[in-house]
């Protein structure tokens, strides 16, 4: 089987525990053997920037140093901490200097950043790693009679060199959802709009003003739900008229697991599925 | 070289009739234009009503960013084929800004805002020397600092498509933002620390959602998003007090202390009174579902201190 390590970020904590068991049931469900990263702390949110920038270098350093560890390539969910991580990768790669200093420091605890591990997101996850055609294979049954609004979020199309997809022009979320049966909503009104998580705690009504954006925008499109990769998406749009979920959590029912047994029944708005 | 065919479909607006209407323009043209080439030959050829904005033709007078597939760019830096997509290249004004006739849009709104973080050098006397006999000298080192923000070309690319823009029309914008961090960068600058960072507290830095939309956009490589974090460590560093820099400095020590941001306690920590509410709404929430108080926040893992003394370290020795 193949394996993957499994990078906890806050998206697998408190109330949101159960996106770890979406993103465990949904690696088991394409047969891939998820090994969680312990030891791994924060990418940095963004915000331990606001502190020290060579800080999240070297913590996201770490978290690929232990994923190499196990000799694994290192996979989250989450598209915030793709997009920092991914770009850690890009800076280490680029600057020797820093790699260096970096992992001297990571020698005390037996781990080195070497750069051979991948950092995968589910998107490219499921094209480069899975395979389209092994992911098709795994789907059980259709979720037929629904429409379905791909809502990509912003860190897996920029900035440009961590981008999963064509950003001019993306069709993996489209890719990944058509197999599944349903009817995908292919273009609508702020669909590249954010969700505006991270200001949740420092402007909390300006991420209220751009989260109902894209939902309105699918809901007039005759979508009835929207579908995003990411949990910070999901979280910060969760709770509208519109419903929305997490393309894990679809891909979990089509392979036969209850809406339950992938945290639907946990969302703020009712989701109803025909299967 | 070689001809290819293609459409063109721009977005249009009428100023007489105040209306805005999408066009497709069948092209066949050689396949080296760029996309402001690829305007003039429609304009030359097709239409010679269509408006558009340019002038140097080398991405460096920066009249002729607009949207490009709905990505903000340049016009005159990128090639027309490369933007192909389904026989298609969809061209429309730069978003948040007035349009004046079809891809024109008028920039003062932004400049307007620009001046509000006055982005000019107030000289510091002990640096620049009030004679023209000695220089005022800026290490590499220090230059460094600055030295991409300072080929800022005011093409409006990254304002033409910014999150926060969205959400909130006042938004000072990231080419703003990035030029008040330049200023404050400066070693020659002479303007108080505090009172560059007042003049972009309230109506900038914290409503950015880091979506990494300028960083994308800027022809120049410049990164907004980056200097607004710079921006709030500054702001953290000259003692204000406000949700983010509350948040910032509970993120480090939570993260130090578990290896995770607590995000159970973070919204009193950053929001205080009105984060009481949701923190009540998310222990509600918690005990619905059955889960351990223990689990509400992060807890630390085991070897913790080998996590605190790496961070540690990096503070201290990475540079
Ligand atoms: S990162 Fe901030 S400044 Fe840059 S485009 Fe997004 S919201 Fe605007
Ligand atoms: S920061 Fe870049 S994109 Fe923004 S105005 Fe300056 S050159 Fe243009
Ligand atoms: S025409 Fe001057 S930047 Fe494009």
Redesign the pocket.
Known sequence: MKKIGIYPGCCFQGADEHNYEITIRFLENMGVDGILLERAACCGGGVIDESNKLVVYGLNARNIALAEKEGVDLYTPCNTCYMIIAKTKLALDSNPDLKEQVNKILADEGLEYKGEAKIYHTLNLLRDFIGMDNYKKALKREISGVKVAPYYG?HVLAPNEVAVDDPDNPTLLKEILEPLGVEVIDEYQNQNT?CGYHATYTDNAQKERLAIKPLDGAKEAGADIVATPCPLCHKAMDGKEEPILQVTQLINVACGMTPEETAINLNKTEVKLSI | MKNIKYTAKIKRYNPEKKESYWQDFEVEVEDTLTVLELLMYIKDKIDSTLTFRSFCRSAICGSCAMLINGRSGLACKIQAKDKIRNGVVKIEPLQHLPVIKDLVVDIDPAIEKLKKVKPYLEPDPKKVPDNLKSESLVSPEEFAMYDKQTDCILCMA?YG?????EGDAK?L??LQ?TKAFRFIMDSRDGMDVEERINLVENSGIY?????????A?CPKDIK??ED?LGLRRIAKDVGKDNSATRRAKFWFQTVYETGQIDKYNLPVASLEEDGEVIKENMEKEFKERGLKEENFGPQPFDGIQDLQNFIKKVQKEVK
């Open positions: 912003c954010c | 990254c498509q910014c999150n926060a823009l938004y914008g990231p933002l409503e950015c959602v880091q979506c990494q939309m300028c960083l956009a907004p998003a607004i």
